[in-house]
């Protein structure tokens, strides 16, 4: 597609429910990320898939967080049994090229779900 | 972890006014970036400057970089309301896997 598209834009969950978030990349970008960003804060990082090595997980803040990322475009993030906590706008990105090189290229971001635990 | 670390926290000018955000980070980095977000939600990429350049041009944008320094710095001319926005820094993770982002610049420019 022309960009990154993420869906739903918007999601009110109760607390203790599972939810999925999707985000469908630019075609052809061979890395995707997962940020989430609380109200007035900077964006934290939750994972990293390049084409198919294994993602780095390194930034999911805990085990219910998980995300997965078939045939190396569409990716959907799960956070299970919703806390408070987790409300915040979670955003995805795509890069042509990997990150971590000199040869390294900017993200192109979606518009973001923003995620509200009641 | 974070690494880049933007100030000021909040800048407020005149249309017309030269604005000057400054980024600070802890590691050696491969490039650095600086984005642009409206209204809480996606992220916009401006411009990146890779480690071995000191500055870049982008339109009204202007980048610096100073590795001896590890701080970078935003200069956008002739400010408009429009450039009301936050504006994050954006530097490599201890992995070299992905962009860790600072808490960010809110620029605010009145007409």
């Known amino acids: 597609g022309a960009g990154v598209s993420q869906s739903p834009s918007n999601k009110v969950t109760e607390k203790g429910k599972d939810v999925e978030l999707r985000c469908d990349p630019i075609?052809?970008?061979?890395?995707l990320y997962w940020y989430r960003q609380s109200l007035g804060q900077g964006l934290e990082f939750l994972i990293y898939?390049?084409?198919?090595?294994?993602?780095?997980k390194s930034g999911l803040p805990s085990d219910r967080f998980s995300a997965e990322r078939t045939g190396g475009s569409v990716s959907t993030l799960t956070i299970q049994r919703t806390q408070q906590e987790d409300s915040a706008v979670y955003l995805c990105?795509?890069?042509?090229?990997?990150?971590?090189?000199?040869?390294?290229?900017?993200?192109?971001f979606g518009s973001g779900t923003r995620l509200t635990v009641v | 972890s974070q690494q880049g670390e933007e100030d000021p926290q909040a800048l407020s000018i005149q249309e017309g006014e030269n604005a000057t955000m400054n980024c600070s980070y802890k590691?050696?980095?491969?490039?650095l970036q600086w984005y642009r977000q409206n209204s809480g939600r996606g992220l916009v990429h401006l411009i990146l400057?890779?480690?071995?350049?000191r500055e870049k041009h982008s339109g009204r944008l202007r980048v610096t970089l100073d590795t001896s320094k590890k701080s970078s710095s935003l200069l956008i001319t002739a400010s408009r309301a429009a450039d009301t926005a936050s504006y994050f820094c954006?530097?490599?993770?201890?992995?070299?896997?992905?962009?860790?982002f600072g808490k960010g610049t809110t620029l605010s420019v009145s007409s």
């Open positions: 990105a795509s890069s042509l090229r990997p990150y971590g090189t000199m040869a390294g290229d900017g993200y192109t």
């Open positions: 590691t050696s980095i491969n490039n």
């Open positions: 954006a530097t490599d993770n201890q992995a070299g896997t992905a962009l860790i």
């Open positions: 075609s052809g970008h061979t890395a």
């Open positions: 400057i890779r480690s071995n350049e």
């Open positions: 898939f390049q084409g198919n090595s294994a993602p780095d």
